[in-house]
């Protein structure tokens, strides 16, 4: 499950969806941007899609910070 402990109380993830989403509902298909507050279905996949600013599957992100996207992309 992203951003918790694992069982031997390991650290959080340090995935894009733990800094710069969270899932909601529960579902990991469900992750809403800290940045715009959008929920993105589709997962981390889709997340990342959205905050690098890629075409195609998922709308773009006109909060992200230029730092944060040339990271991802």
Excluded at 19 to 36: A, L, M, P
Excluded at 56 to 65: E, I, L, P
Aim: aromatic share 4%; hydrophobic share 25%.
């Amino acid at each position: 499950m992203p951003c918790s402990r694992s069982k031997k109380g390991a650290t959080p993830s340090d995935d894009y969806d733990c800094r710069w989403g969270k899932v909601v509902d529960g579902s990991h298909n469900n992750v809403k941007c800290k940045f715009c507050e959008r929920i993105i279905t589709g997962g981390i996949t889709r997340l990342k899609e959205h905050l690098a600013r890629k075409i195609g599957n998922v709308k773009a992100c006109q909060c992200v910070s230029t730092k944060v996207r040339k990271n991802i992309a």
